[in-house]
């Protein structure tokens, strides 16, 4: 079975991609998600507001108290090299690059323009193949208009496309209004890659102790639908590659998304959840389908389910609802 | 070949050739020489290599006592090995400089000289440490100047490498030690040229060596151990040679040539001055001023005080001299005179009895300086002119008023020798406010300078927090001798606007000098918010004012509260020191040094504040005439006790100074009480109570450590003239109808560290991040609270009884006798201390340790520890650092002593009295507050009985009466005494099973001298002496106190379970034997933010580094309990361990190192809570179960 695939012009041995968790924080997890079968790995987002943040917590910390008091001008000791900054994540990179040959593929959560560009650039010179925007922002200014956002977005883009000569992917969440319309302005802005979705952790209120409560909770199977939908209307009509992500618990929805058009199927929770053999056995599932139903390549089947392949599908531009109305036309 | 230059302070030049000429450093922290030893372990740690190629093991030890006996140990082994350490170290090492000598040992000690504590402990310099340790037969050679510091530094190197004697290299503590100035600094060439290796293998050679063995350390006995203590005199003799030779062979290398005593002034001179130190610095500059006027005075400065070459002094002094004075830096009570003094005049003796010289000079010693007093050119001609008095004084004193003994010589104040050419800058901030970093950064850009020398200094006040500094610089064209701080200043700033209200700063500034203001207000606004005395110093010496809001322009640049690079940049613009546009140049370069690395963005934040900065610097038109209203408000009201308003005003208004010596007890003592005069008014928020929301757990009290809340209840008729707003509730609880409570805040004494707010477990239904205790501006409720707060201390005192002072919901309305202490704000120590003076204040005994708490507790102006209204309250008392658990027990031997031969007597007196009733004073039970006040009761009766009994038994008993009331002693300090130098004390009170109660505040490193390890150093935490992280694991001292098997022991911490410490109060106290508490103490030197400290306790104790715990001896025929009262760890150590950059900052520096001692650390809290589980199995709680887990969640309450 040919599951050869190309994804933001990375050849890759399969459509099935780790993505970026904390099982690709270390160099010993990256190693057995290769060996049960990923095809790439997305390193889990280094984010500069987390670098920043931290770099002046350290500044703070060790200024504060100081210069105030005769027997104790300072309260740590001077030593070399202690500094925040991404060299940790750059290294990491470095070394996983080393050790697996499936491509490694950075993933970068910014916030300055300047944190942007520099990040990225460090990035590609420590070896990532790629780099995936995780645009994670919640508008909650009230001020900022959609059209705002939607600028700062292709912004970002097109910083660091100018920045690095490696694939640059995208990863963003649907609410927008016109989700069509950003999708191609991101890909007329240079992205590779667009990652649907992006999923935003609401947090919840703890009603005993009236705490705000951040959450994590795994996706389920349900989530892929809305992925699964804009892959089908994507599909051919975008230039850059397509990487579905959220709810892949199983080869079935692999299958789907790569029916609707995906390039790549990229999965976290369930490799949470399992554990990188998880992969192995999905590969088999996969595969078995495949055979069974007679393709020959994942590219055969690509996109098969696709709006363009499937024109005339009120499913997707309508939705259900249509088809409940329409149970009540008159037979004609 | 020129030789860099490098600004750098003493202890930095003297552990630059230490580090570079040794092999071991054994060392123990003390003030002000713990420098040495933590740049010497940087420097290891950097991997810097001495100049034979390899890098020195740095080793911190328990005590000086310790870091002497390893140095003994290493040098007896052959290893080149140095200390460094200051006063009470330096007598802890005395025993075993005694052997070093007697052995012939080459090594050098550099000691920053410091007071030693006698009426009390300071920690500034003097030369007290090195004179007491004159007779250990050590060569002593001072240094005085930082330049000196350096050189000298390597001569004795030199030199107890060729004579076998070991040296005390000495100089100044904080005056030489600390003074920032430009130096040569000399390369590992010029080490490497004053050292013979042939010398250092001689020394390899007599090393204790198995191949080669021999014994040392013999036992003599009268036959023969006058002629070996003999031996030694041919060594001796030689020293003054070898330290001639070492001196000429650096001047050979360096062009400066030292000697033993070096002659300054007149060829001819008649009177001369001889001392030694960086007063000879001060002493020399105005010899040279006088002699320009004919004085004809001159000065022998001392560097080789030991041996003390009398034909070396004799020679350096010209044969014209008729009078001579000597200076000491030190106080021999009871001696013919001081020790230089005593030395000279010797000599002079012995050389016209021998017929060296024809007639005898008038010698006149005196002493000044002591603990870094101003040694001013005011004083140095004082001390000339007094010997051309007709009665010159001898045993003078001169820096000081005494008006007891009448030593001291009259100085002219105005007699100033600053040189013109010399800029003189002063700068007034806050700690930590940036302003000393900056200052030192600019004494480096220009030192930088080829032609320009720069001297700075920096003085601190004794408050942790919010405390003032100011720095003392001088720019000139030649090197800087002034060794006294700025007299003539030409450039003043003031980076905090209300220091205006505080200080008289312009005292020193010139005629025409610039004065530069950080100031909220507007250029035109500001003239009317300043003193009236200010605004009439600046017309009367018409002063440059400019202004400039730092503030707003550090906001607006983003880097909100950073001002220091602004105000450097301002002093640049208009002091002229530099040319503007390359002062600011330079700036920018050292910006992009220090944040380079850090982020770009963080570099062009400080570039953009400082491109703002000119254009928001004003200039101020001084109107033509005074006219503030405003003054500076006095220091302490009229109302204040007399000693309060005669004495501690002055210092805490900065004039201390003028206080004389009639002043100042002549024992020591002190009064309590003093803090609540101290209005510091550090914060610009405090909290407000919520009385609807509130539900008077009692713990936002409980945890303040400044005791800024209080809480009664009184009666609602009480209330009845109160101030309007002055808020109160109902009691909550069934019974008191009638009863109010009410919750106030001592906004003045306030630091903000909104721990209050953390802790208080209410919240308002409304809105949910609303609590019952909310910080907000202090401002626009100031006066109102002021006006609450002084209603509330005319409201009677809660008394014991009638609350359950064992819930922590009780005990927030006893009085506290511990308040405002100069602590750190968010202090982790201090609220244990206020509950112990809650729970026993009224009849407590404390022998409190050196360390943090010895400084808030006791250092001047104010003490913290107060008393209740009947005038009782702890005595207090700090002996050593090393003594404490011991001076405790002395207190209980005493008490334990005179309550016998009280019972005695009463005994006695039976017939007198009535055997009932003797039976009843003796035999009352003691252990609660009620019974111990009935007790009091009691023996108050007794008291007046007795006066009417007219026998000498009785009279006797009258004097031991107040010893049958129950007394409390609390021996406490920090886990550096208790862990380390204190231990063996520790260790020895825990056996001897008396009732005492120890308390140990952990703060798990040295906090008050900067953060070095102790053996209470978690693993994997970073500290100073465990750079890399502390390799080993944290001593279980609870473990160790619950093997004797009569200990109480508890292990506390106040953020995971107030009623659990509570509980550990009452039961130590209440058990009849020796008590150990060891409380968790959050601290700055955690690298938190201290709000959250509380937190960090809760999170300690969750993931099992500190559980709770409470072992119970046995009694009764019981068996011992070991209550376990936290729960099995439930989340991981990191979750508690990364909230803190002493550990964090390990994963930044070395992530697989931080990796691996994080999984040591969670592997030590499996095994130890292992440990106390079995334990806890082993030795149940009483009732049979496991005692439930006393941690009380905070239950979420709704209030409406």
């Excluded at chain 1, 990035?123 to 922002?137: C, D, P, Q, S, V």
């Excluded at chain 2, 300086?369 to 002119?385: N, Q, W, Y």
């Excluded at chain 2, 306030?750 to 609303?770: I, W």
């Excluded at chain 2, 008392?877 to 405790?888: M, P, Q, R, V």
Aim: with cysteine; aromatic share 8%; charged share 20%.
């Amino acid at each position: 079975m040919n599951l050869a695939t190309r994804y933001m012009g990375l050849m890759l041995d399969s459509p099935l991609v780790a993505s970026a968790s904390p099982l690709s924080q270390r160099l010993d997890t990256i190693r057995e998600l290769e060996d049960r079968g990923a095809s790439a790995v997305v390193l889990f987002s280094l984010f500069e507001e987390q670098i920043r943040h931290d770099a002046g917590a350290l500044d703070y910390f060790m200024r504060v108290g100081t210069d105030s008091f005769g027997e104790a001008l300072s309260y740590f000791p001077v030593v070399e090299g202690c500094e925040v900054g991404p060299s940790q994540y750059l290294e990491l990179i470095r070394k996983a690059s080393a050790a697996v040959d499936i491509p490694i593929i950075a993933s970068l959560n910014g916030t300055t323009d300047r944190g942007w560009i520099d990040f990225a650039t460090l990035m590609e010179e420590a070896g990532a193949k790629a780099i995936e925007l995780n645009i994670y922002y919640i508008p909650t200014a009230m001020h900022r208009t959609g059209a705002q956002i939607e600028e700062q977005y292709l912004d970002v883009v097109a910083r660091v496309k100018s920045a690095v000569s490696i694939p640059v992917a995208v990863k963003v969440g649907p609410y927008f209004s016109s989700f069509a319309h950003m999708a191609g302005r991101l890909d007329r802005a240079g992205a590779n890659a667009l990652v649907l979705f992006n999923r935003f952790y609401q947090p919840d209120f703890d009603i005993e102790t009236r705490a705000v409560a951040p959450t994590l909770s795994l996706s389920t199977p349900e989530e892929i639908r809305l992925p699964l939908l804009w892959i089908a209307l994507l599909y051919g009509h975008v230039k850059c590659s397509l990487a579905a992500t959220t709810g892949v618990h199983s080869a079935t929805e692999v299958i789907k998304y790569l029916m609707a058009g995906a390039d790549v199927v990229m999965s976290t929770s369930a490799l949470l959840r399992h554990g990188p053999s998880w992969l192995a056995g999905v590969h088999q599932d996969l595969n078995e389908w495949m055979e069974r139903k007679g393709y020959e390549s994942v590219d055969q089947l690509r996109g098969s389910m696709s709006h363009k392949a499937l024109p005339d599908s009120m499913a997707f531009v309508r939705g259900n609802y249509i088809r409940i109305l329409e149970s009540y036309k008159s037979p004609t | 070949m020129a030789r860099k230059m490098k600004t750098l302070d003493g202890n930095e030049a003297a552990a630059s050739i230490a580090y570079r000429v040794n092999e071991i450093c054994a060392i123990y922290p003390i003030t002000p020489s713990s420098t040495m030893g933590e740049l010497a372990d940087q420097w290891a740690s950097e991997g810097r290599k001495n100049i034979w190629g390899t890098v020195p093991h740095v080793v911190e030890m328990q005590s000086e006592g310790g870091a002497a006996g390893a140095v003994h140990g290493a040098l007896q082994t052959g290893a080149l090995t140095t200390t460094f350490t200051a006063s009470q170290g330096l007598l802890l090492m005395i025993p075993n400089m005694f052997k070093i000598a007697g052995e012939l040992t080459p090594a050098v000690f550099h000691v920053a000289a410091r007071s030693l504590a006698a009426q009390a402990l300071s920690i500034f310099g003097d030369h007290s440490d090195v004179m007491a340790a004159r007779m250990t037969g050590w060569a002593m050679l001072c240094s005085s100047s930082v330049q000196e510091a350096h050189d000298l530094a390597l001569i004795a190197q030199h030199a107890t490498l060729a004579s076998r004697i070991p040296f005390i290299h000495f100089f100044d503590g904080f005056r030489t030690s600390h003074e920032v100035s430009k130096i040569e600094v000399l390369d590992d060439g010029d080490v490497r040229a004053m050292i013979d290796d042939d010398l250092v293998r001689a020394h390899r050679d007599r090393a204790l060596n198995p191949d080669r063995p021999v014994i040392r350390g013999v036992a003599q006995n009268p036959d023969v151990y006058f002629q070996a203590r003999e031996s030694v005199n041919p060594y001796y003799a030689a020293l003054p040679e070898h330290v001639r030779t070492a001196m000429d062979r650096f001047a050979g290398l360096t062009g400066r040539q030292y000697k033993l005593f070096e002659y300054f002034g007149a060829a001819d001179a008649e009177r001369v001055v001889v001392l030694m130190g960086s007063g000879a610095e001060t002493a020399r500059e105005t010899i040279e001023r006088l002699n320009q006027d004919g004085a004809n005075a001159g000065l022998v400065q001392v560097h080789l005080f030991r041996p003390f070459s009398a034909a070396d002094l004799l020679a350096s002094i010209p044969l014209s001299v008729r009078s001579i004075a000597v200076l000491d830096r030190t106080k021999e009570p009871g001696a013919a005179g001081e020790p230089l003094y005593q030395d000279v005049l010797t000599a002079f003796c012995e050389a016209v009895a021998l017929g060296g010289r024809s007639s005898m000079p008038h010698i006149t010693g005196g002493r000044y300086g002591l603990s870094s007093k101003e040694f001013t050119p005011a004083m140095v001609k004082a001390v000339i002119d007094n010997l051309s008095s007709n009665t010159p004084k001898n045993h003078f004193t001169v820096g000081i008023n005494d008006d007891v003994s009448h030593t001291s010589l009259e100085y002219d104040r105005a007699f100033v020798t600053e040189a013109e050419d010399v800029v003189g800058c002063v700068f007034y901030g806050l700690g930590a406010d940036g302003t000393v970093g900056a200052n030192k950064n600019s004494i480096k850009i220009i030192g930088e300078e080829a032609s320009g020398y720069a001297q700075g200094f920096f003085v601190y006040d004794s408050k942790k927090s919010g405390s003032r500094t100011t720095s003392h610089l001088r720019f000139g064209p030649r090197p800087i001798r002034s060794t006294y701080l700025v007299q003539r200043a030409r450039f003043i700033a003031c980076h905090q606007f209300q220091l205006v209200h505080q200080l008289d700063m312009l005292r020193e500034a010139v005629e025409g000098a610039v004065f530069l203001l950080n100031s909220p207000f507007s250029v035109e606004g500001v003239w009317d918010e300043l003193p009236a005395s200010l605004q009439e110093q600046l017309i009367g010496k018409r002063i440059r004012f400019y202004v400039i809001d730092a503030d707003a322009v550090a906001e607006a640049a983003g880097m909100a509260g950073r001002i220091n690079t602004i105000m450097q940049t301002c002093f640049f613009a208009i002091s002229g020191v530099l040319p503007r546009d390359e002062a600011i140049e330079k700036i920018k370069q050292s910006i992009r040094a220090t944040y380079g690395r850090k982020g770009a963005d963080l570099v062009e934040q400080n570039f953009a504040a400082v491109d703002r900065t000119l254009e928001h610097l004003c200039e101020v038109t001084l109107p033509a005439n005074v006219t503030s209203t405003r003054e500076r408000a006095p220091v302490v009201p009229a109302d204040a006790p007399a000693f309060v308003q005669q004495v501690t005003a002055m210092m805490m208004a900065g004039r201390g100074d003028d206080l004389p010596v009639s002043a100042l007890p002549a024992d020591g003592t002190y009064p309590s009480a003093t803090a609540r005069w101290e209005k510091r008014n550090i914060s610009d928020t405090v909290p407000e109570w919520q009385p609807a929301i509130c539900i008077q757990c009692g713990n936002c009290a409980l945890v303040c450590p400044h005791s800024a809340i209080r809480v009664r209840y009184c009666d609602q008729s009480a209330l009845a003239v109160a101030p309007t707003g002055f808020r109160s509730a109902p009691l909550a609880g069934r019974g008191f109808p009638n009863l109010r409570f009410t919750l106030q805040i001592a906004v003045e004494d306030c630091t903000g560290c909104e721990l209050c707010v953390e802790t208080c477990p209410a919240r308002s239904l409304e809105s949910a991040g609303t609590r019952a205790i909310n910080m907000t501006a202090k401002a626009p409720l100031f006066d109102r609270e002021r006006m609450n707060f002084a209603f509330f201390e005319t409201l009677p005192d809660n008394v014991h009884g009638r609350m359950d002072a064992s819930l922590v919901r009780g005990v927030q309305y006893l009085t506290p006798m511990f308040e405002y202490s100069g602590a750190c704000a968010g202090c982790g120590e201090t609220p244990y201390l206020r509950l112990l003076t809650q729970l026993f204040g009224d009849r407590l005994l404390v022998a409190n340790a050196t360390g943090c708490s010895s400084i808030y507790g006791g250092n001047l102006p104010t003490t913290p520890w107060s008393i209740n209204r009947d005038g009782h309250g702890p005595a207090w008392a700090n002996s050593l650092f090393e003594d404490n658990a011991e001076f405790g027990l002395g207190y209980r031997l005493s008490l334990d002593k005179h309550r016998e031969q009280a019972r005695e007597l009463l005994e006695a007196l039976e017939p007198q009295l009535g055997a009932d009733r003797v039976g009843e004073i003796r035999d009352a039970r003691q252990v609660t507050p009620e019974e111990v006040d009935q007790q009091r009761r009691r023996v108050a009766a007794l008291a007046v009985d007795l006066a009417a009994i007219d026998r000498a038994d009785a009279r006797a008993l009258r004097g031991l009466l107040e010893h049958l009331v129950r007394r409390s002693v609390w021996i406490v300090g920090g886990d550096g005494w208790a862990y380390d130098i204190g231990y063996g004390g520790l260790d020895h009170v825990l056996a001897s099973g008396r009732n005492v109660n120890i308390l140990v505040l952990d703060t798990e490193v040295y906090s008050n001298t900067g953060g070095q390890a102790s053996k209470s150093t978690p693993r994997g935490a970073v500290a100073k002496f465990a750079a890399g992280g502390k390799r080993g694991r944290k001593k279980d001292l609870g473990l160790m106190a619950v093997a004797y098997g009569n200990v109480y022991v508890a292990q506390i911490a106040m953020g995971a379970s107030p009623q659990q410490t509570l509980d550990a109060f009452l039961e130590a106290e209440a058990h009849d034997g020796p008590s150990l508490i060891i409380a968790y103490s959050h601290c700055i030197a955690h690298g938190i933010n201290m709000r959250y400290g509380l937190r960090q306790q809760k999170l300690a104790t969750d993931c099992g580094h500190w559980p709770l715990y409470r072992f119970k001896p046995p009694t009764n025929g019981y068996a011992p309990q070991f209550v376990l009262d936290s729960q099995a760890p439930s989340i991981p150590v990191k979750a508690y361990a990364y909230n803190e950059i002493r550990y964090k900052m390990l994963t930044y520096m070395n992530p697989d190192e931080a990796a691996r001692l994080l999984a040591l650390a969670q592997q030590d809290v499996d095994q130890r809570w292992s440990v106390y589980t079995s334990m806890a199995e082993r030795w149940p709680a009483r009732s049979g179960h496991p005692e439930r887990s006393r941690i009380g969640r905070k239950e979420p309450v709704e209030v409406s």
